[in-house]
């Protein structure tokens, strides 16, 4: 980009800021309100045991695993303030004000699990170790990898809450209400993200090379936690957020409000970018509609429920300690194809087949 352009993004982003700044001003909110704190008791005295659990293992493990994600907040901060060293000042800015908002969702997601007992305690001190051991950095993903990850990101979690908070209406009005509360920040920081990447594809078209690996290749950075592969498969049919729901909610619509199909880019790089992530969502169009069109049986349905319910519940009975897999940095996530959509649709198949 030239320095016009520059200068003309930079401007965009921080329209972008105020306008964030505008929409929460007033609406700031505590995890402390949120909280069945009546329903609070001694650990020592009275300790845990399975029989005090109030919600379904499927939606215990949904609510573990969100907790778990966002209990990544300190390596996430750390990565993205690496990442943002020399980024407009602005960005600098809106990530502590990212910050101050995302920590309240960890806050209140492990404090509601500890209050309502509706988790194993010490099963969740061993994971939250595990996590927080594992870590996060950005690597060498560049400024605009960095935003255009977290505006999948953000878009996914935000569709992921409102998806098990309709599963929690059945189970704990509370719990569900807390997830929405939840949703409407990540939906703030999923547009801000969102309006600020495709500043720099309107002004440069060419750079949908740079983000074009994050559609194709997207994966939560919470890839890394123990048991993830399970807890997608049990969240996809427990909480009914799998594949459809992700392509529907986030991937299309993502790639309709960045006006992908209307970028003309120059470079033939850039070019062949489009052209594959294009593709990719065509397959993940086709395959929702397969989706959406399986018709199983009542008793097919209900033997796949009942291989999820076994799945989460056997989960559950696992108390840690829990290995430790390691670092995990963006152009590992937007690049590693051993975690993506297209192989967790042949995995859900074979489960439940």
């Known amino acids: 980009m030239n320095d016009f352009s520059r200068n003309k993004v930079e401007r965009r982003i921080i329209e972008l800021y105020n306008e964030h700044i505008a929409q929460t001003k007033g609406r700031r909110w505590g995890y402390q309100d949120y909280i069945p704190w009546e329903l609070g008791r001694n650990y020592i005295t009275d300790p845990w045991h399975r029989a005090q659990v109030k919600i379904s293992p499927e939606l215990a493990i949904a609510v573990e695993t969100a907790y778990l994600t966002e209990l990544n907040l300190p390596w996430f901060t750390a990565g993205l303030d690496k990442l943002f060293e020399n980024a407009y000042q602005v960005l600098r800015d809106f990530l502590r004000i990212w910050t101050s908002e995302e920590a309240q969702h960890t806050t209140l997601l492990g404090t509601y699990l500890?209050?309502?007992?509706?988790?194993n305690p010490i099963r969740l001190s061993h994971l939250s170790d595990t996590v927080l051991q594992n870590a996060w950095y950005p690597g060498e993903a560049t400024i605009l990898e960095g935003m255009a990850y977290t505006t999948v990101q953000e878009l996914s979690t935000q569709a992921f809450y409102a998806s098990v908070a309709k599963q929690a209406d059945k189970e704990d009005p509370i719990l569900a209400n807390l997830l929405r509360r939840i949703a409407k920040d990540e939906r703030l920081h999923y547009t801000f993200y969102l309006?600020?990447?495709?500043?720099?594809?309107?002004?440069?078209?060419?750079?949908?090379?740079?983000?074009?690996?994050?559609?194709?290749?997207?994966?939560?950075?919470?890839?890394?936690?123990?048991?993830?592969?399970?807890?997608?498969?049990?969240?996809?049919?427990?909480?009914?957020?799998?594949?459809?729901?992700?392509?529907?909610?986030?991937?299309?619509?993502?790639?309709?409000?960045?006006k992908i199909n209307e970028l003309v880019p120059t470079y033939p790089a850039?070019?062949?970018?489009?052209k594959d992530v294009n593709r990719y969502l065509d397959f993940l169009a086709a395959k929702t509609v397969q989706l959406e069109k399986a018709s199983d049986s009542p008793d097919q349905l209900a033997e796949q429920m009942r291989q999820i319910h076994e799945l989460a519940s056997g989960l559950l009975e696992e108390e840690g300690p829990f290995v430790s897999e390691g670092f995990v940095s963006v152009p590992q996530l937007v690049s590693r194809r051993t975690r993506t959509y297209r192989e967790l649709v042949t995995e859900f198949e074979e489960l439940v087949r």
């Open 114 to 119: 500890l209050v309502t007992r509706n988790i």
């Open 195 to 258: 309006k600020a990447v495709r500043a720099y594809l309107e002004a440069d078209p060419n750079l949908i090379l740079v983000v074009a690996d994050t559609l194709r290749d997207f994966a939560m950075p919470g890839r890394l936690m123990p048991n993830f592969q399970q807890r997608q498969l049990i969240i996809s049919a427990g909480a009914n957020y799998g594949i459809a729901q992700y392509y529907r909610q986030v991937a299309d619509a993502v790639a309709k409000a960045w």
């Open 270 to 274: 850039s070019q062949k970018a489009l």
